[in-house]
């Protein structure tokens, strides 16, 4: 059966790649000398004593990219890494499977070709089979018993089409793995219920055991094309034909599935398998950091979910993972929208952000080196800005800050000498033409103008003290208008004295007493403290607003290629009710002697049929306009397309090929989408328009 294009409009060009090779002078000496392992006896017994499973000892010595037999076990070379983050089962998967771009088998007939790891990090492609070779050299190098499976899958998972499996972000405990700070984790399942969808088919993937040096809850399955990690029980695998390590193979001459060892199988080595031929494994830092080779970024689509990766400081604001989730399976109506960023990259220790179109919301969480210490912040469309703070790493003791734009300020504090528990800021907002006032009291408003405080009141905690009770202030307002200021004092009965009041006019022409001119600091120290932090939020605030500014045109860019925009929920209503933003009539009725009159029968008639005829035009060419771009994109994926199956191609194109071809495909399929979605508005549209002339009273002469 010959293989088809995976879910990201990739085939198999390993035949091509191996073809180019082939007069490589810089082939290592052991890549090309016989296999040493005689295992041939053992194929000839074996396909004797079982001629049903004769086609199962094809697999003990595949030709490597030279077309040299080798034993299998040998093109498998342990190595542990020295990124610590590849030490981990789950994470050098998902690694693995983003790093090396997947394509499908060339058949499964055609005889199987093992590519060693080295080969296939230098290609960075590779099939189920180069992509379980490599992974299970880097899982056996870090401790764990990995061993690679040969068996059947049905299509959705030799394809990789991950568009039923569910995306889903969990909680996490950012304690247990400094890497990823963030609270969350992006979690891709994939329920199996597509098993029987298809057409069966050989695949490869890694069945891991818990071993002495790594511990296990469980034996799992990995896929190697999406790192998505199976239990036995609930696996998409159909059947195990064979399995092997660096030590050993085994063949499965029973016919039963993998349990949790190879017990009941066959072994084909007496005892362990000679050392790897295969030259040291590695990854260049550098290829690290950019993890998603060749352009440093990559893609999934998942039911209705898109995610993003990034490598080290590729993203501009320093995203690593972006979140897109949709309200519809073809991805056009966005609802949310998480990014997650490097803990390195940032000086503002961002780390984590949700925002969510439709209410225009905002989350962000920093890490502890914010200069601020802002531990967390929301924005709403209310224009509310409410940010909790790192009490202890500030001089202020500041916690949290509520601010209704242009409105009011409400912060509390910890912890201060002073006893300030609570300050709240009222504001009178100014026109927005108004220039910048030169009172101290004026605060900017976030693009609205500006705003003057007009009242500041300050809540001061009760002293530990019972004796200094009735001496300490339990609230302090600067009535900044009326240039007032009322003080307040705690007493034993919780409940507050007759309050003081000093005008600031008395206390400036009079020769007050020190308590009264320390109100006065107090007053000036509380307005540039308040300005200060605004200053601090301000300047975050924007710098948040600019990164919006560069996804406002909602584009989704895949691959560095623009494609068509995404519509939030409330720019597809105003598509579908655009007509009521004019008299659709007027252009019409203009054309007539006499518009003003009463219309006759036949004018209404004309009016009418010229109305649905324009509207009718106009939907026409918009869908032509679809279409002709659909067909011109059509045609740029098949001449991409036999480019990539083209032997005369240079290996350094292929992989620019290869992304080119998965985001043509992509476009395609959105613009598929956009066809259809017009082709089905076009019928409300025109149904719509035919009712409202049915009941405009202009038009009443059609009655």
């Avoid at 697999?59 to 034993?71: D, G, I, R, T």
């Avoid at 780390?351 to 920093?366: G, N, T, V």
């Avoid at 004019?582 to 109305?611: G, M």
């Avoid at 005369?648 to 090929?657: F, H, K, V, Y």
Wanted: glycine letters at 4%; charged letters at 30%; proline letters at 5%.
């Amino acid at each position: 059966m010959t293989s088809k294009c995976t879910s990201e409009g990739l085939a198999s060009t390993k035949s091509t790649r191996i073809q180019q090779l082939q007069n490589d002078p810089t082939q290592p000496e052991s890549y090309t000398k016989k296999c040493g392992v005689k295992v041939d006896e053992f194929s000839s017994n074996f396909s004797k004593e079982q001629p049903d499973l004769k086609n199962r000892v094809a697999y003990l010595k595949p030709p490597n990219e030279y077309n040299v037999k080798k034993f299998a076990c040998t093109t498998i070379q342990p190595t542990l890494l020295p990124q610590k983050e590849l030490y981990d089962l789950r994470q050098c998967a998902e690694f693995i499977s983003r790093f090396i771009k997947y394509e499908p088998l060339e058949s499964d007939s055609a005889e199987p070709v093992i590519v060693t790891p080295t080969q296939t990090l230098k290609w960075g492609v590779g099939d189920a089979f180069d992509i379980s070779v490599l992974l299970a050299s880097f899982l056996i190098g870090a401790g764990y018993d990995a061993n690679v499976v040969i068996g059947s899958a049905p299509s959705y998972i030799r394809l990789k089409d991950m568009s039923e499996m569910t995306c889903s972000l969990t909680n996490r405990d950012t304690n247990t793995d400094p890497f990823k700070p963030w609270s969350v984790d992006v979690d891709i399942k994939d329920n199996c219920s597509r098993m029987n969808e298809g057409l069966t088919g050989l695949h490869y993937w890694l069945f891991v055991r818990p071993s002495s040096k790594r511990e296990m809850d469980m034996p799992c399955f990995v896929e190697p094309s999406t790192g998505i990690i199976y239990p036995l029980d609930k696996s998409p695998y159909t059947e195990t034909w064979c399995a092997f390590n660096e030590r050993n193979f085994w063949i499965n001459n029973t016919n039963k599935f993998i349990t949790s060892d190879f017990s009941s199988w066959l072994r084909v080595l007496p005892s362990d398998a000679p050392f790897s031929y295969v030259s040291r494994l590695e990854i260049p830092s550098t290829q690290f950091a950019l993890r998603y080779p060749p352009l440093g970024r990559t893609y999934l689509l998942v039911d209705k979910t898109k995610i993003e990766y990034f490598g080290d400081s590729v993203d501009s604001q320093g995203v690593a993972t972006r979140i897109s989730q949709f309200d519809d399976k073809e991805r056009t109506v966005v609802v949310q929208i998480t990014e997650l960023f490097s803990p390195n990259t940032r000086s503002d220790g961002l780390i984590e952000r949700i925002r969510r179109p439709q209410d225009m919301s905002c989350y962000e969480k920093y890490s502890v080196k914010n200069p601020h210490s802002i531990q967390e912040r929301f924005e709403t469309a209310s224009s509310h800005d409410i940010k909790f703070f790192q009490p202890n790493n500030r001089p202020d003791g500041l916690f949290q800050r509520v601010e209704i734009i242009g409105l009011s300020i409400d912060e509390k504090f910890h912890d201060r000498s002073d006893s300030l528990v609570r300050r709240m800021v009222t504001l009178n907002r100014l026109p927005r033409d108004t220039k910048r006032p030169k009172q101290t009291e004026a605060i900017t408003c976030d693009g609205l103008g500006f705003a003057e405080m007009s009242r500041i009141d300050c809540q001061y905690d009760a002293p530990t003290d019972k004796s200094l009770l009735e001496k300490c202030p339990a609230s302090i307002s600067f009535e900044l208008k009326e240039k007032r200021i009322v003080v307040c004092y705690h007493c034993h009965h919780e409940a507050l004295k007759t309050r003081d009041v000093y005008m600031k006019e008395d206390i400036l022409e009079s020769e007050s007493d020190l308590k009264e001119r320390e109100l006065l600091k107090l007053e000036s120290s509380s307005i540039l403290s308040l300005k200060k932090i605004h200053d601090e939020v301000t300047e975050m605030r924007d710098a948040a607003h600019q990164y919006d500014l560069q996804l406002s045109d909602n584009t989704m860019k895949i691959g560095g290629i623009d494609t068509v925009p995404i519509k939030t929920v409330e720019e597809k209503d105003i598509v579908l009710g655009s007509e009521k933003t004019y008299d659709y009539l007027s252009p019409f009725l203009a054309q007539l002697d006499n518009p003003n009159n009463p219309l006759t029968k036949e004018e209404a008639i004309q009016v009418r049929e010229a109305c649905l005829k324009n509207l009718k035009e106009r939907l026409m060419d918009r869908a032509s306009i679809i279409s002709s771009r659909l067909n011109d994109a059509r045609g740029l994926l098949v001449q991409k397309q036999e480019a990539l199956n083209n032997d005369q191609t240079a290996p350094e194109d292929l992989r620019a090929l290869e992304l080119a071809v998965t985001d043509d495909t992509f476009r395609i399929k959105v613009m598929e989408k956009r066809l259809s979605e017009h082709e089905e508005m076009a019928i409300e549209r025109y149904k719509a328009l035919e009712m409202k002339l049915n009941e405009d009273d202009r038009l009443i002469s059609l009655r």
